[in-house]
């Protein structure tokens, strides 16, 4: 696979990564530890070479999930990992990036993923009582002594971006962005560009969405967070039916998949943007990476954004609790 900067730090990744949340939390039961394991590691094999993860997963078993498929290839490959959330009982309670808590994520983290470095730490969500330039700091000394390589933000508004890099360079920001939720355009983009951070999409094929095989007739597992999630109702999900009719329409044209066309859309915006799309099926991690051989041309680019921009896509992409701990 092709690889790409993230940012002008020097960390080089391949052109698609992969979110590894959905194996061990968010979208239903967890897969097995040997499926998870054996997923993984065929995306190394096809290639991939970025893998996402965070403490919170789980808590904890997706970071020693992925501490396990990685340990013979680990310098091969660059890990990204999170901190910012208190954790109690086993379940998020709040957020908590004091810089001593954040020093001593990094230590457990390191020790679930058996190495002796983060290659990317990201700040999972801005703490609003804990000021952005003390978390630079931490993570700052963290890099000197050599357990971090790169500084990372998660869902942060372009101000606390500037003012952590002013403390330590940003190398990446991981923010929803897709042909559904395109709301880094606004600002973020453009911001990101200035002052050369790169930026890596979660959630990039809408949650599932986008690969056209949800209609208002899909159930989910009782602890799949989509149930919660306002676009996600059943009167939302049959209303954006015409979008993913669209897209199958246009991914037929390019002899492609609905998910690799949104995935190539996203490659195609900048050449510092590295989305992380995430599965535990072999089958869609081969129609993922293939996404990174479809080419769009300016024409094609130019219909897509024709018929996005005329529809409308119904439905919040959070719910009122979880929007309320995004960064402005």
Excluded at 154 to 160: C, D, L
């Amino acid at each position: 696979m092709k690889k790409r900067s993230l940012g002008k730090n020097g960390l080089e990744v391949s052109a698609l990564g992969f979110g590894c949340m959905g194996i061990s939390f968010g979208y239903g039961q967890p897969t097995s530890r040997d499926e998870g394991v054996a997923i993984v590691r065929a995306a190394v094999d096809a290639g991939v070479t970025f893998f996402d993860t965070a403490e919170a997963y789980g808590p904890y078993a997706n970071e020693e999930l992925l501490g396990e498929a990685l340990a013979p290839v680990r310098d091969r490959v660059v890990i990204a990992t999170k901190f910012g959330f208190k954790i109690e009982g086993g379940k998020q309670a709040g957020l908590d990036s004091r810089p001593a808590h954040i020093r001593e994520v990094a230590d457990a983290s390191l020790k679930r993923l058996r190495t002796d470095r983060i290659d990317l730490f990201y700040q999972h969500r801005v703490d609003p009582d804990v000021p952005i330039e003390d978390v630079a700091g931490a993570v700052k000394d963290l890099i000197a002594a050599g357990k971090v390589k790169h500084f990372g933000l998660s869902e942060a508004g372009v101000q606390t971006i500037r003012r952590a890099n002013a403390v330590q360079a940003v190398t990446a920001l991981q923010s929803e962005y897709s042909l559904w939720w395109r709301e880094p355009e606004k600002e973020t983009l453009a911001v990101l560009e200035e002052l050369g951070v790169g930026l890596v999409p979660f959630s990039p094929l809408g949650k599932g969405y986008l690969t056209g095989k949800i209609d208002e007739t899909t159930t989910f597992d009782s602890t799949d967070f989509r149930n919660v999630v306002p676009r996600f109702t059943a009167e939302n999900r049959k209303a954006n039916l015409a979008f993913v009719e669209w897209l199958k329409t246009f991914a037929d044209r390019k002899t492609a998949t609905p998910a690799q066309v949104a995935l190539a859309w996203l490659l195609a915006q900048k050449p510092w943007i590295v989305p992380i799309p995430g599965t535990t099926k072999l089958n869609r991690l081969e129609e993922n990476i293939g996404a990174a051989a479809v080419e769009l041309t300016a024409e094609d680019l130019r219909s897509v954004e024709s018929a996005v921009s005329a529809i409308t896509v119904q439905g919040e992409r959070y719910s009122p609790q979880q929007a309320a701990r995004i960064d402005r």
